[in-house]
């Protein structure tokens, strides 16, 4: 099993093959955003998997951000591109949860929460939280998680 990073490095050659031009400039500028962030600081580093699925997550939003934008400013071709981008960076991430999937993770770990003989309150959100984070892990917002969990102890 390859890395992700790696997978990225093998499309590029691809991308050239099919002179895809969109896909090849994205997964460029991306590649780029993770060297740079590997290079960056006093000490290099090298990013696993986990990391470089959020740096593709956050550059995704910005592209669907920047889209956004160029939409309300009336720019609609300048926004498909955008978005054309995103959706290359998106086949690079994990499936997405639905939100009934997250919320059935939700009730799962406050059962299990449960079975151990506490209520979880809102006291608890940080024991509830954490599992719930780890078992979503970027597939799923995480501000509406946060906002599903408050809304189950609350």
């Known amino acids: 099993m390859s890395t992700l990073k790696e997978r990225l490095h093998a499309d590029v050659v691809m991308h050239m093959k099919e002179r895809n031009k969109i896909a ?3 997964v460029r500028n ?44 009336g720019e609609p071709d300048r926004a498909a591109a955008e978005i054309a981008e995103a959706e290359v960076i998106e086949a690079y991430l994990p499936k997405q949860l639905t939100e009934a999937e997250v919320e059935a ?27 719930v984070t780890a078992k979503v892990a970027g597939r799923f917002d995480g501000k509406a998680v946060s906002q599903m969990v408050r809304s189950r102890l609350g």
């Open 30 to 73: 991306v590649l780029g955003e993770i060297e740079t962030r590997e290079k960056s600081g006093k000490t290099p580093v090298v990013l696993d998997d986990a990391q470089v699925t959020s740096l593709l997550q956050k550059e995704a939003a910005k592209r669907r951000d920047t889209a956004r934008i160029y939409t309300e400013a």
């Open 24 to 26: 090849l400039t994205t």
């Open 105 to 131: 993770i939700v009730d799962g770990v406050i059962a299990e929460i449960s079975a151990q003989g506490q209520v979880p309150g809102m006291r608890q959100m940080g024991e509830v939280m954490k599992p």
